[in-house]
């Protein structure tokens, strides 16, 4: 499931959606920036914040987060890339940059 | 695409794992956001929408001084548990005194530490939805009300999964909480061994945090190395904790509501030969007793005064049919 399959995630992710001109991640401060990407993940449909969690902070396998989800190794790869594209969209929506630009703006300050 | 994810894997590192609020916490955070959404979706969509985020940031945060400062600010003993069965002996030695027997219905506050001896075992409710069990040879400090601290033996945790109750498990090699759950938590040797049957928790150590979900067997060191193994939710080492389960009282309980409790407390599931059996492990209402019967013979017992048996299934299943299928 992605954002634009729930109407109300994309409705809470645009209430929090800040104009381009306010430039949102130059007001936050670097734990701030942090909660806000952990809300985020919260916030994903399905368990795609786990996943993530699992895959990238855990360094889980594809086969281990297949075995948690109870499912294949081929439909884990696929949760995983939905998980991905979710969390990017969900992080644009919210802030307005790409994973790379957040990341950049938190090594920066 | 490769370099997308190689920013996500990074932006994860940086901001690290979720940290689990407690469900009263996640309700009034969520509250608090939702109240703000609502609030800027009524405002025009402009510049107060950024600032709105800042107040719903800053509403988290004021929720979150507040239950820190409730959770550390409160010294004085506060009754947080009351013993619910006892096979055995039970001591309680508050702080800075001797110790003394516990009996069934009396109450444990914070600064208490409680022990069983190696013929003993113990169960409390703690809260309104932990059932918390002490294996043999377990000793265990009530720090507050979300807190206990593990020196010896086992603790078995049963948190009702719908808007569980927050308790923090430490010991010398990292913390665990829980998400509405069933797990264990054993010390062996300077060694935590986290089971979990049901659920997910958060364990925290030396090295950060990471999560276990159900069928996990996590054990960690006090040098923060984590080793996962598995365990199945009927395995016969949760025994202990069902065998020390409180006294279900069944009467008028439908057949049904015993049946689900059976199955929670041997980590099975309730399967129905028919449509039929179930109507009738639904209408059907219990009287008696099973006072002293583990959830297993109980079952047998309850089963053989009514119109519906056990039929042959795998281990994690109770299938129920009535006699006459």
Redesign the interface.
């Given at each position: 499931m992605l954002i634009d399959d729930s109407p109300e995630l994309r409705?809470?992710l645009e209430?929090?959606?800040?104009?381009a001109s306010?430039d949102?991640l130059q007001?936050y401060g670097n734990a701030?920036t942090?909660?806000?990407?952990?809300?985020v993940?919260?916030r994903l449909p399905a368990r795609y914040?786990?996943v993530?969690?699992?895959?990238?902070?855990?360094g889980r396998s594809v086969e281990e987060i297949g075995e948690?989800l109870g499912i294949g190794q081929v439909a884990a790869q696929s949760v995983l890339a939905r998980a991905?594209t979710s969390?990017?969209e969900a992080l644009e929506t919210v802030f307005g940059s790409?994973?790379?630009d957040?990341?950049g703006t938190?090594?920066g300050k | 695409m490769k370099g997308d994810d190689t920013s996500i894997e990074e932006l994860l590192l940086q901001v690290g794992a979720r940290d689990e609020p407690s469900a009263e916490m996640t309700l009034e955070v969520q509250a608090a956001v939702h109240a703000e959404w609502q609030s800027m979706l009524r405002a025009r969509r402009t510049r107060r929408q950024f600032i709105a985020v800042g107040i719903a940031a800053s509403a988290v945060l004021a929720v979150g001084v507040a239950f820190f400062g409730a959770r550390y600010m409160a010294p004085s003993p506060v009754q947080v548990a009351q013993i619910t069965r006892i096979d055995g002996h039970l001591l309680v030695r508050p702080q800075g005194q001797t110790a003394r027997e516990l009996a069934v219905a009396q109450s444990v506050s914070t600064g208490e530490t409680i022990q069983t001896d190696d013929r003993s075992r113990a169960a409390l409710q703690f809260g309104d939805q932990v059932s918390l069990r002490l294996d043999q040879g377990t000793i265990v400090k009530v720090a507050s009300a979300d807190e206990l601290v593990l020196t010896a033996g086992a603790l078995y945790i049963d948190s009702q999964a719908q808007n569980p109750q927050a308790l923090t498990v430490r010991t010398d090699a990292g913390s665990v909480r829980h998400v509405g759950t069933q797990y264990e938590v054993r010390t062996h040797a300077d060694d935590m061994v986290v089971s979990v049957r049901e659920g997910r928790v958060m364990i925290a150590n030396a090295a950060g945090t990471s999560s276990g979900v159900a069928g996990e067997e996590i054990r960690v060191t006090p040098r923060g190395e984590i080793v996962r193994g598995t365990v199945a939710a009927h395995d016969p080492r949760w025994q202990w904790a069902a065998s020390t389960a409180p006294q279900f009282d069944i009467n008028d309980h439908t057949l049904a509501v015993f049946l689900e409790w059976v199955a929670r407390e041997t980590g099975r599931k309730v399967v129905y030969a028919s449509s039929a059996a179930q109507s009738a492990a639904n209408g059907l209402k219990l009287r008696g007793s099973i006072v002293g019967l583990d959830p297993d013979t109980a079952l047998n017992a309850v089963l053989s005064t009514t119109q519906l048996h056990r039929y042959q299934t795998k281990d994690e299943l109770i299938g129920i049919a009535l006699t006459s299928d």
């Open positions: 409705a809470a209430a929090v959606e800040a104009p306010d949102p007001g701030e942090r909660r806000l990407i952990q809300s993940l919260d914040g786990d993530l969690e699992w895959k990238y902070i855990e948690l991905r969390f990017r790409t994973a790379q957040i990341l938190l090594r | -």
